[in-house]
């Protein structure tokens, strides 16, 4: 009786490291997703420090109103920019999630082939066994036949 060995295991092995790799992937793009919203939500937080401080001001002018409003234009501009990219790092999270899931169907279906031929040969090898003891016993029985005659 032989031990079982899935001819095909470098392969599953292979589909097991796709998996693997694009699971990674997705956890990097996971990652500079809250990275950009941590960016968002640092620039609105300055902003609104900014907003506040100045108008703590005590001879508040037309200067430091004009300085505010255009620092209030340059934080959405950053933020539209930032929503911008946010936008692609979503679009680029779904296509590397859905390679993922692909990664995933390609390794479960060598996995489930590797089930199928083990099962195979189990069931082989309890045919195998089986003859066996049937053997043994068939001799065993025409021993003590020839024995009692």
Same mark, same amino acid.
Request: hydrophobic letters at 45%; glycine letters at 4%.
């Given at each position: 009786?032989?031990?079982?060995?899935? @001819?095909?295991?470098k392969?599953?092995d292979?589909?097991r490291?796709?998996?693997?790799?694009a699971?990674? @992937?997705?956890?990097q793009?996971l #990652?500079a997703?809250?990275?950009? +919203?941590?960016a968002?939500?640092e620039?609105?937080?300055?902003?609104? @420090?900014?907003d506040?401080?100045? &108008?703590?001001? #005590?001879?508040? +002018?037309?200067g430091?109103?004009?300085?505010?409003?255009?620092? %209030?234009?340059?934080?959405r501009?950053?933020?539209?920019?930032?929503?911008?990219?946010?936008?692609? !790092?979503?679009?680029?999270?779904a296509?590397?999630?859905?390679?993922?899931?692909?990664?995933? &169907?390609? !390794? @479960?279906?060598?996995?489930?082939?590797?089930?199928?031929?083990?099962?195979e040969?189990?069931?082989?090898?309890?045919?195998e066994? +089986?003859?066996?003891?049937? +053997?043994?016993?068939?001799a065993?029985?025409a %021993?003590?036949?020839?024995?009692?005659i």
């Amino acid at each position: 009786m032989t031990t079982f060995q899935f @001819r095909l295991q470098k392969a599953l092995d292979w589909r097991r490291a796709q998996v693997a790799w694009a699971e990674a @992937r997705v956890e990097q793009q996971l #990652a500079a997703l809250a990275a950009i +919203d941590q960016a968002r939500a640092e620039l609105d937080a300055m902003g609104q @420090r900014t907003d506040v401080e100045v &108008r703590r001001f #005590a001879p508040l +002018d037309g200067g430091h109103l004009g300085a505010l409003g255009t620092f %209030r234009l340059a934080i959405r501009a950053r933020m539209r920019d930032l929503a911008g990219k946010r936008a692609e !790092c979503q679009k680029e999270l779904a296509a590397r999630q859905s390679a993922v899931l692909e990664a995933r &169907r390609r !390794c @479960r279906l060598m996995e489930r082939l590797k089930e199928r031929r083990w099962a195979e040969w189990h069931a082989a090898a309890e045919r195998e066994l +089986d003859e066996l003891a049937a +053997d043994s016993y068939l001799a065993q029985w025409a %021993r003590r036949r020839a024995l009692s005659i």
